[in-house]
């Protein structure tokens, strides 16, 4: 059996991500707006996103915004993913995928220990490499945000963690100062 040839992606659905700007917040409330009312999202307010756009990474796809997420830091130690939204019609071109992506680099790059998310689909997290964990080892999260939710005491998100790598990103190389060679490995 011969296969027809895939049909190469056009430019229009070529995805590219960036940091948004607060003349964009309309758009980042509208697209979480939308999530948060099939039940995906804790709502946030216009002005909280103009406020922390420089800290949204967006999915661009013919000049239209089509995917957002928030790093936001919690601790020196901790930031979380939040506020992560894809448009209805992006969904399952990996775009979710690559925003998470971006902002672990962006988490490690910037010295974070951990990044965290709380969600209702632990799933989608796991296969990224985050694990679920009590919310008590979150405490930066339940000081920061769970104790001013309506749903504090009967939340029913799931708080998951992946280690970040810094080690990696700030390796330092240190040259040899001596001219002896390196001892032969043993036999």
């Known amino acids: 059996m011969i296969e027809a040839p895939r049909p190469r992606a056009s430019s229009a659905s070529r995805i590219t991500l960036?940091?948004?700007?607060?003349?964009?917040?309309?758009?980042?409330h509208a697209l979480i707006t939308a999530n948060r009312e099939e039940g995906h999202l804790l709502p946030r307010t216009l002005?909280?996103?103009?406020?922390?756009?420089?800290?949204?990474?967006?999915?661009?796809r013919a000049r239209r915004i089509v995917?957002?997420?928030?790093?936001?830091?919690?601790?020196?130690?901790?930031?979380?993913?939040?506020?992560?939204?894809?448009d209805r019609q992006a969904r399952?071109?990996?775009?979710?995928?690559m925003i998470v992506e971006e902002l672990r680099r962006r988490a490690?790059?910037?010295?974070?220990?951990?990044?965290?998310?709380?969600?209702?689909?632990?799933?989608y997290f796991s296969q990224m490499g985050f694990s679920i964990v009590p919310h008590s080892w979150l405490l930066e999260k339940i000081?920061?945000?769970c104790v001013k939710c309506p749903?504090?005491?009967?939340?029913?998100?799931?708080?998951?963690?992946?280690?970040?790598?810094?080690a990696?990103?700030?390796?330092?190389?240190?040259?040899?100062?001596?001219?002896?060679?390196?001892a032969a490995p043993l036999a």
């Not at 749903?151 to 810094?166: E, I, K, N, S």
């Not at 990696?168 to 390196?182: G, K, L």
């Open 67 to 86: 995917g957002c997420a928030e790093l936001a830091p919690l601790s020196p130690h901790v930031a979380e993913v939040r506020s992560l939204a894809v």
């Open 92 to 97: 399952g071109a990996r775009v979710g995928v």
């Open 168 to 182: 990696r990103e700030n390796a330092v190389h240190i040259e040899r100062s001596d001219t002896q060679p390196a």
């Open 18 to 28: 960036r940091t948004a700007d607060a003349a964009e917040a309309k758009k980042l």
């Open 143 to 145: 000081f920061t945000d």
């Open 47 to 60: 002005g909280e996103l103009a406020v922390h756009a420089n800290r949204f990474v967006v999915a661009v």
């Open 108 to 123: 490690r790059r910037e010295g974070y220990e951990k990044l965290c998310a709380f969600t209702h689909a632990p799933g």
């Open 151 to 166: 749903h504090f005491r009967t939340c029913g998100q799931y708080g998951m963690v992946v280690p970040l790598d810094t």
